[in-house]
């Protein structure tokens, strides 16, 4: 038998595939992948809905691992169907999430890794795919048998995936690494919910550490997305820097 999902959860990708290194390689230290979920296979969405958590499946060996539990998220919107020759660009992306995923709390077994997103994405398959960038970050790893299970696309190019023991890449500048492409996707359910009635502001990075800049020199720059996750409009008057 089956069970049947909540009527606000769409599953995307069925197969038992492993070793395709996505969403991340939990045997390396560090991995970043990027994967593209066509519109159309969100069914009925429809309109002024937003994704509040995703969950992916994983096939686990290990008990109460942290070692590859530092991730971000990013989810954007686009017309491509399959990744193109370069990464695409995370400041034309939301940060939707950025911390431990718990996979600590994870037993041996199969399962499906639970996250709720610090900012939940608006997300109306009218508007196009949409594309997921997974940034780890944590430097350990674990066991070789520890996966997570992917789905093959008749698409070629559906994720590009980098992986890494040494070289953490920079999702804000990963054009020193070409990375893999691949025709699998990481097997995934989102959990939609209703988008807030109003204007719901929200920022993405909502901190970040510009780490030690001598006085009279400038820092590298670093982008914020303000959006407005409501159904009215958001008006802003004035922006101010709050240093700490």
């Known amino acids: 038998f089956t069970t049947a999902l909540p009527g606000d959860m769409v599953q ?8 395709k290194h996505l969403p991340i390689e939990p045997y390396y230290g560090y991995t ?39 991730w ?5 919107t686009t017309q491509m169907t399959e990744v193109d020759s370069v990464w695409f660009p995370v400041d034309g992306m939301t940060q939707v999430f950025n911390g431990s995923v718990g996979l600590d709390a994870v037993e041996n077994g199969d399962g499906w890794l639970e996250i709720t997103l610090s900012t939940p994405f608006n997300y109306n398959p009218a508007d196009g795919n949409l594309i997921i960038a997974v940034d780890e970050n944590s430097p350990s790893y674990t066991s070789d048998n520890d ?19 040494s070289t953490n890449l920079d999702p804000a ?10 025709a699998f996707y990481p097997n995934a359910r989102f959990q939609f919910e ?3 009635a109003g204007a719901h502001f929200t920022i993405s990075p909502e901190s970040y550490d510009f780490g030690v800049t001598n ?13 407005n996750n409501g159904v009215s409009p958001l008006t802003i008057n004035s922006v101010s820097l709050d240093n700490e």
């Open 72 to 76: 971000v998220i990013y989810m954007g």
């Open 32 to 70: 970043y992948s990027q994967s593209i979920y066509l519109a159309s296979d969100f069914g009925e969405v429809g309109e002024n809905k937003r994704i509040s958590k995703i969950y992916y499946n994983y096939h686990w060996t290990s008990n109460g691992d942290a070692d590859c539990n530092d």
């Open 12 to 19: 995307i990708g069925h197969g038992d595939t492993t070793n």
């Open 173 to 182: 500048d990963p054009s020193a690494q070409a990375g893999i492409v691949s």
């Open 147 to 165: 996966e997570f299970y992917c789905s093959e696309d008749t698409r070629a190019n559906v994720s590009r995936y980098y992986y890494s023991d």
């Open 215 to 227: 006085v009279g020199s400038a820092s590298a720059p670093h982008t914020f997305t303000i959006a």
């Open 194 to 196: 209703d988008v807030p």
